[in-house]
């Protein structure tokens, strides 16, 4: 399986501080992806990394993807009680007969308290 | 746009039962599929479809049929429901044209009940 696993499972910070999740995959992909679930919602998006880039940043978050250690990391700084939800990695499959299929890890669920 | 829109939000079965649950999206996307989030299990694929009349098995297809006559439309049916099959369903749909990266776009989800 491609599915990436998310560490840790649960994380609990104050608001203000930073907070770093990390994924780990298995083969290789073309892109990887963070979405992001509020209790009782659908997914969203929040930022792509393709394989040929390091890190990338949007607004408070930062990703890094390290394709030799088939990792990847999301921190959000200076978090808010509002960022408080599950994150998910989810990756893309190298072009193949998978393509168009993300595999989703099984999420760090944040709380962020004011 | 409406984006990714699924009804009914919330279903309870008996048993045996079979119900189709709707997925409609209205941003001409190529690519839909079908997800099952049980606690602890994060995301697991059922079904997708890269086009109109093209389907595919995801991981967990068993007990399980789609079909795709229209871009917009990638109903889920539920042949004889089973308690296993209690979980919250999401439908997500993404552009595959050149310069996509497959960025998924998520439906708030169905809440099923099987008694």
């Known amino acids: 399986s491609q599915q990436g696993e998310e560490d840790p499972q649960a994380l609990s910070i104050q608001e203000g501080e930073n907070a770093t999740m990390n994924c780990s995959y298995k083969?290789?992909?073309?892109?990887l992806q963070w979405y992001r679930q509020n209790s009782g919602r659908g997914l969203v998006h929040l930022i792509l990394?393709?394989?040929?880039?390091r890190e990338k940043h949007s607004g408070r978050l930062r990703v890094t993807l390290d394709t030799s250690k088939k990792s990847s990391s999301l921190l959000i700084t200076a978090s808010r009680a509002a960022d408080t939800a599950s994150y998910f990695c989810a990756t893309d499959a190298e072009r193949g007969s998978t393509l168009g299929r993300l595999y989703f890890g099984r999420g760090t669920q944040l709380t962020v308290w004011p | 746009n409406a984006g990714v829109t699924q009804t009914p939000k919330f279903q309870v079965l008996k048993t045996g039962q079979s119900m189709t649950l709707q997925c409609a999206q209205d941003m001409n996307h190529e690519y839909m599929s079908w997800y099952r989030q049980d606690p602890g299990m994060g995301l697991r694929l059922i079904h997708y479809s890269v086009g109109a009349g093209i389907t595919d098995q995801g991981e967990v297809p068993n007990g399980y049929n789609v079909s795709r006559s229209t871009t917009e439309d990638f109903p889920l049916r539920l042949l004889s429901a089973a308690p296993s099959q209690t979980s919250v369903y999401f439908c997500?749909?993404?552009?595959?044209?050149?310069?996509?990266?497959?960025?998924?776009?998520f439906g708030p989800g169905t809440r099923l009940t099987v008694l």
């Open positions: 083969t290789s992909i073309n892109n």
């Open positions: 990394i393709r394989s040929n880039e």
């Open positions: 997500a749909s993404s552009f595959r044209g050149l310069g996509s990266y497959n960025e998924q776009f």
